[in-house]
């Protein structure tokens, strides 16, 4: 399996801006897709988005389009979150996965890193 690290975690006022990084281990060449997901206090962890590892074909939930973007580079082996027009909504601890089949659960897990929006 893949070996994750999230980093970038912080604290922000609505509206501000921060970046996400997930530093994946060299053994990406099996991994299908990666993606971030958030688990806010006392919620069931929910998807965020997803980029697939090869293609860069990208996914996101309805709640953060237009708002987040994830993007990878191959040669850094790292996923990033960039995330924009941040709301207080967004607080929670945001996890990066990798999976190397789709369809199949996200099989690797980074240990999550807090983001907390204030007003």
């Known amino acids: 399996q893949v070996q994750l690290v999230e980093s970038g975690g912080g604290l922000v006022q609505a509206g501000g801006s921060l970046r996400l990084s997930c530093a994946a281990s060299?053994?990406?060449?099996?991994?299908?897709?990666m993606a971030w997901f958030r688990q806010a206090p006392g919620k069931e962890r929910e998807f965020v988005a997803r980029?697939?590892?090869?293609?860069?074909?990208?996914a996101y939930a309805d709640s953060v389009k237009g708002r987040f973007t994830i993007s990878r580079d191959t040669a850094e082996n790292t996923v990033y979150l960039q995330m924009n027009s941040l709301k207080v909504e967004d607080t929670a601890v945001y996890y990066c996965?990798?999976?190397?089949?789709?369809?199949?659960?996200?099989?690797?897990w980074g240990q999550g890193t807090q983001v907390t929006v204030s007003l």
């Open positions: 996965a990798a999976r190397e089949l789709p369809g199949r659960e996200f099989g690797s």
């Open positions: 060299e053994r990406t060449f099996n991994t299908y897709d």
């Open positions: 980029v697939t590892w090869r293609a860069g074909i990208t």
